[in-house]
């Protein structure tokens, strides 16, 4: 495998929960080649925020999209090449925000890409405004006295969206998130990892999460158990909650049709529309 | 010249019907222009369906009918007054009966014969074969081939009204076929963006941009191309992207409401350099505007899409060849220059359907340049000619696009010297571009008068139209290309009496041609109803503005 | 004239250090401007702000400094080459010793002195203080106003630095204080707006429009503002249009890319005759572009916002003082025609501090023609200036808003004579709009030279810093309006030779005064690499293409 | 009350579901103003789509929005004026596509409107393409090989978000549904009824729906009984799945204040510039 590092400037804040982020998604970069992905069909994208810096630091090929949209963009590459293993990086602004039709829908269809959530509860980026994860109270400079709204739970969103693999973890467990990472980019289907990722200047989440959370035993045996699993604010439990397989989007609208690969030729199309309109 | 009028409630097949009289009269040897009026209803309401006929190429519909057949009462008094001396107009005598015309039960005769689902659009085609004199087995043929749906129930009905109408043939021979096939303007601007390697057509279905869609969904299976109707127009243009990326020929359309949705996805086709045809078919705004009619008000709004500095191209087909052969164009230069194109057109020329010979051959292909030495790749290379080589994964290089600023790498940057030097290498494609322009045809120029008529888009065709019926002679002039503008085309045309004609209140395109060409004008006619002129009409607006200037 | 220029790591408290010093500066009477330069980054990697200062009023900073404070390595390597003659350099001996200037160790002074967070930035201000003489007393005084947290330690630092910096005052004698305050460009946009009737601001953050949402937010008690940090741009803009339903005067702010989400409900507030103040405070794109720095590449973009044909106003804040009464200005002319209206300006006026005398009696009130007949009341009243009364609910009559063109009732139609009505109806308000142009400035005119110099927007600040160093003499014309652009009022400079200075790289200002004015440029200064000029490097160009062409 | 009509000819086709919705929504209109709401506090919002066309017939104030927008719109309107009972009608396509974001996002606010959610299964106005709630292998125009999505389930959809009133109701059934809208117009907080409507032109579902709908005896008792129920294909269960009151987010906002009656006067507002820049 190439080197994994460019050689732009880390300008993420000293401690802040992406570097675990990117420490397993190596991790799991190196995982997959065992397993015989070829890292070449390894393709990112992410959106805008603190999350996204990550496109320039990781040597992987992608695309750095706009705010909001990684997963549309992610999308438009898994329907061109199906033979591409698309991952995106979306900040909780960004997929469940200003993008969050994308992520209903990239869940819905079932399509086979990954989406791995930073999770900080706030606009790391633009200075701490509340995100759709940052719970109620929440004074950032926006909602300086307090934020009203209640957050998401991204992991039963997701089980109503569609989603086929839904799974927790932590920056800091990166073994943890490399395997749950790892399940996920192996997932036929939709697959989501919300990674509580603690941002140290805004949302600093360390404490609350190095007390509450607990790995899951295993998947959870059924939805109900998930979803009170998921919803639970005592104990956070991170793994993967949900596990199956159903058809997938691009096998369906596709066969095995790879438009990027096995492109008409000119002449066929010369002939194709000859014998439409002779 | 014949005109044909058909009117009633929406859902009642009128637009089919207006098509299959079109394809008997080009049977009869005859060119056709169809123009379907309907407002956003499925049934009831009221629709209208115009067709205009001739033995040379027509352009446009014409307001005052040879054949008016009206389903309802409201069609009777919307339409009756339009029907040229000897005329013929039919109605539907179950809804009353009317002083003009014959009246024929449309609605009992249709009850004897079906069970629902009724389809009275059948007699629509049986008056017209008993107008032109067809016989009674070639009307079944016809109806047969074109009704598969309840075929005996359909030949019945046809046969009936046909009867029941009695003999009002008038002399209409049957002249040698000519080639070509009829189109919509839609169907043209899909399968010229196809002719030239379209892959994936990316899109949100919005009227008048929508049928692009449709066409391509239902001959999925012909052409291999996919269709995806996404969640949004945001959705649809970042997946477009995405698509690009991977090397597809992709498209994106909509109309003005949904372009603007589209316009921060626009702009970072134009950061990422991501070949990307957008069509744009206009309807009359501002907002969600009047849904189902044509208006040209969205000139400015596509000649600066998207926030930021950058290069695009923008054109707008003058006819329905040029629709076939400009969406491959188009394509192909988006593809050669990487960036995004714009093809503006109206609801009348999307929509509209009118005979054209389409010829493959004749449209480019969109072709890359590719990167050779993959080893070195460099997805934003900083070249002579802004040019960077594409690469597509998956590949041993690393392809990054960006959305910020980028250094050649695809890595961003806030550095002043490499912002500025990516400006420069994406802005260095404008040479190129306009020396590539000298290739095509810019503008279209029909007539050879001494006042000059300034149009573009489907007013062009309106105006051909109307040029058949003016005394003065005239010059058409209309830029295919809008952006980048040609000057030099038509600078001979520079000290001749003006005329502007355009589809919107504000004179856009007037102000276009003014700051471009330093021209001034003697008139301008501008239509902002939604509808088209009648050729007559307009031949009169521009006779009078010339000879009151004369 | 003295220039500090302080530099460090993001997250270290640069930009409010230079605050503070500009305070103390208007303490010793001197009038100051400050910008800071950052990168998107929260904590780490590289930032610097500069704050000039000057006996009169400065509109923009210099490269060169005479005192530059910096906080780490990477600081000294970019910024010691910009020490003055008799500059003083002052850098942090903790990250080496370096060859000019003077080292202190502030890491290890700080850490001393405090436990965690540390306050490094403190020690900017006791070194200015040193610098202009400022008696240790007095700077302790200052330090516990402006940096409350942690007061006691912060004293003791600024003390330590203060001292061990040693005797290096230079003459800087306390001058009497003026009026006037220190805002930002922001700010005063906010203030201006609010100033004339300002109930909600709607908006999602986007660098350099955030400001404007945070400031709000954090005065919404003393102002009884309400602030909405929506879900996207798209929710924050038809939110805005609901609350402008209801009577409520509203605002909308971003940058370009989230300007190009709100097109289409901008179209809508065309058609529904909304008055709606949208800011659109520029960095440089496309697409993502370069988040934190300044341009004006999106003039035209502003101008043609929004699919469909509808009229708007656009208008751009020449210095500080003007951000505060055009935003009210537009709020209330928006408000007077019931249409959107856009406050155009960049980062730079944006994010830039200054001294500002604001006077809330010379911003105009957002008022509007109130219904006065209810039982009889309809939205869209075809009226002769164009104008129909409002009327806010609950009431008796219904009052019906509509996207869709529509009846004066504000039921849809797709009638031709009524869109024709609707349309010209609202056109009509083009006429008093250009008419109550008279009474407001439209253009901004500084020097009385014989040349030129064209600008609009932060780069009239830039260009008046310049004026000071020039020897020809020039006259700045700057429109505050570019729609409607009035000519009238610069006919008269017509035949002087020109030169127009922008922040893009096609020249877009240019074109726009080209073809309003038929000018031709003996020369055009681009920038657009996110920074502003040095007013001495201004000075020098504009004066060697004066003199090439002399 | 003033009359309920305007003289806008009605194009829905006929047997459209919409007459039942609208036949519905007058009925809770008198029911509204009998039990104390003022007519004149009504103001309706429409998204774009054959249910927009609502706005026209009924002479009720209001925004006939943008495609998709409606909610944001309403949302503008309930914040600036409290004292107004907003209510939206929006599609399918319109509410759980192009403005899906909105809806979720109300109803994590928590905002005090009401959402009539035209549930046709299709867009009806643009000629029958596959909707967000168009089943797998539903033929629109877009789709003519069959739509592999698979369907939303606006009920749980709105728990996840965190609606507070949840219902279901049949456009036939014209006294259940008129007082399902009644109680959520009358519910203090984000209500969400989703109205099943056979669209005869694209999507006729009335055998479907009539032999499949049942009346709940009641709300369910809890989360999971509601989730089954709402999900349940074989019996189409109506009524209300959730009704619960929590603190509405403009209250928390606004306090009392109502913007739109208590504007800040000119002169206050010069004073409070002077005094705080003198
Ligand atoms: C259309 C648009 N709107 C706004 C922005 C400004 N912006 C950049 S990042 C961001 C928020 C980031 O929050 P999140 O997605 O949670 O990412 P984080 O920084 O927390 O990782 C915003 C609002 C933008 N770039 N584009
Ligand atoms: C931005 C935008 N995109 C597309 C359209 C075209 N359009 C109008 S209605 C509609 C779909 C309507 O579907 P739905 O919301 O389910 O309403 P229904 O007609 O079924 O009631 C579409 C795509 C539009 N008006 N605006
Ligand atoms: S602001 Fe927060 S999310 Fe962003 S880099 Fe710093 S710690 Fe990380
Ligand atoms: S198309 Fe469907 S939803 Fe629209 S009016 Fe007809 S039946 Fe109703
Ligand atoms: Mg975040
Ligand atoms: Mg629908």
Chains 1, 4 share one sequence.
């Not at chain 1, 590459?77 to 900040?91: D, R, S, T």
């Not at chain 1, 006295?145 to 089980?159: A, K, V």
């Not at chain 2, 899109?203 to 449709?214: E, F, G, N, R, V």
């Not at chain 2, 139209?465 to 503008?485: G, Q, V």
Request: aromatic content about 10%; some cysteine.
């Amino acid at each position: 495998m190439h080197k994994l590092d460019t050689n732009k400037e880390n300008t993420w804040c000293p401690g802040c929960g992406n570097f675990g982020i990117m420490n397993a998604f190596k991790k799991a970069l190196a995982a997959l080649t065992n397993k015989g992905i070829d890292p070449k069909s390894i393709v990112i994208t992410s959106g805008i925020g603190c999350h996204g810096k990550i496109f320039d630091y990781l040597n992987v090929s992608g695309i750095y999209s706009l705010h909001g949209r990684a997963l549309a963009t992610a999308q438009g590459i898994k329907l061109a090449n199906p033979e591409l293993n698309v991952i995106c990086f979306g900040g909780d602004g960004d997929s469940l925000g200003e993008g969050l039709e994308h992520t209903m829908f990239a869940a819905k269809r079932n399509m086979d890409i990954t989406l791995l959530l930073h999770n900080n509860g706030t606009y790391g980026l633009t200075t701490g405004q509340a995100s759709p994860m940052s719970l109620q109270g929440y004074r950032g400079i926006s909602t300086p006295q307090g934020n009203i709204e209640r957050p998401f739970t991204p992991i039963t969103l997701m089980y109503e969206a569609g989603a086929t693999y839904i799974s927790r973890s932590y920056s800091t467990k990166i073994d943890h998130l490399t395997e749950v990472i790892t399940g996920a980019v192996l997932h036929k289907g939709f697959s989501f990892v919300e990674i509580l990722q603690p941002c140290i200047s805004y949302n600093n989440t360390y404490d609350l999460y190095n007390q509450k959370v607990r790995i899951m035993d295993g998947v959870p045996s059924n939805e109900t158990v998930a979803y009170s699993l998921a919803r639970n604010k005592d104990d956070i439990h991170i793994g993967i909650f949900k596990d199956e397989s159903i058809p997938i989007y691009h096998e369906q609208l596709l066969g095995s049709h790879i438009p990027a690969n096995e492109r008409i030729t000119r002449n066929h199309r010369c002939e194709i529309i000859k014998s439409m309109y002779p | 010249m014949f005109t044909v009028l058909i009117a009633g409630k929406a859902g009642e097949g009128i637009k089919k019907a207006a098509q299959v009289i079109a394809d008997m009269l080009k049977f009869y040897g005859r060119f056709t222009f169809q123009l379907d009026d309907y407002e956003s209803t499925i049934r009831g309401g009221h629709n209208f369906s115009v067709v205009t006929t001739d033995t040379s190429e027509v352009y446009s519909v014409y307001n005052s009918a040879d054949l008016i057949i009206c389903f309802d009462k409201r069609s009777y008094h919307l339409h009756s007054d339009k029907l040229n001396p000897n005329g013929l107009l039919v109605y539907n005598s179950d809804e009353g009966s009317f002083e003009r015309g014959i009246g024929i039960p449309l609605t009992s005769l249709m009850k004897d014969v079906y069970n629902q689902p009724y389809n009275v659009s059948v007699s629509a085609v049986a008056i017209s074969a008993a107008r032109i004199g067809m016989t009674g087995s070639n009307l079944k043929d016809i109806i047969a081939h074109s009704y598969k749906r309840d075929a005996t129930q359909n030949c019945i009905y046809a046969s009936r009204v046909y009867d029941s109408l009695g003999e009002v043939a008038i002399d209409f021979p049957k002249l040698p076929c000519h080639s070509g096939h009829i189109f919509s303007g839609n169907q043209l601007i899909a399968l010229g963006a196809w002719t030239a390697g379209l892959d994936y057509y990316f899109s949100y279905p919005m009227t008048p941009a929508s049928s692009i869609l449709h066409y391509l969904a239902a001959k999925q299976n012909t052409l291999g191309v996919h269709t995806i109707h996404a969640e949004s127009e945001l959705a649809a243009i970042n997946m477009a992207i995405g698509a690009v990326y991977c090397g597809c020929r992709t498209a994106v359309g909509s109309s003005g409401g949904g372009f603007a949705l589209m316009q921060e996805a626009f702009s970072m086709a134009g950061m990422v350099e991501a070949p990307l045809l957008c069509i744009l078919s206009s309807r009359p705004g501002p907002a969600t505007g009047v849904s189902t009619y044509t208006a040209q008000e969205d000139l400015y709004f596509a000649l600066h899409q998207g926030h930021g500095d950058f290069s695009r191209i923008v054109a707008s087909p003058d006819c329905m060849e040029r629709a076939y052969t400009l969406a491959g164009e188009l394509l192909a230069m988006a593809w050669k220059f990487q960036l995004p194109v714009i093809l503006l057109t109206e609801k009348h020329l999307s929509e509209s359907m009118m005979q054209a010979i389409i010829d493959p051959t004749q449209v480019m292909e969109a072709n890359h340049l590719a990167a050779t030495d993959e080893a070195e790749y460099n997805r934003y290379e900083i070249t002579d000619n802004g040019i960077s080589p594409l690469l597509f994964p998956p590949s041993e290089a690393v392809i990054k696009w960006n959305s910020h600023e980028h250094l050649s790498s695809g890595v961003r940057t806030d550095e002043a010297i490499d912002i500025v030097a990516m400006k420069d290498k994406r802005n260095r494609k404008d040479t190129g571009i306009i020396a590539s322009l000298k290739e095509f045809q810019t503008w279209a120029v029909y007539g050879e008068g001494d006042v000059i008529v300034f149009a573009y888009g489907s007013t062009v065709l309106e105006l051909r139209e109307a040029l058949k019926h003016l005394d003065s002679r005239i010059t058409i002039l209309a830029p295919i290309y809008l952006e980048p503008f040609d000057i030099k085309t038509v600078e001979m045309f520079q000290n001749r009496r003006t005329i502007i004609v355009e589809h919107n209140s504000k004179g856009d395109f007037a102000f276009l041609i003014r700051s471009k060409l330093q021209i001034d004008f003697i008139g301008s006619i501008l239509r902002y109803d939604g509808r088209v002129f009648d050729p007559l009409e307009l031949a009169q607006r521009i006779e009078v503005m010339i000879n009151a200037q004369a």
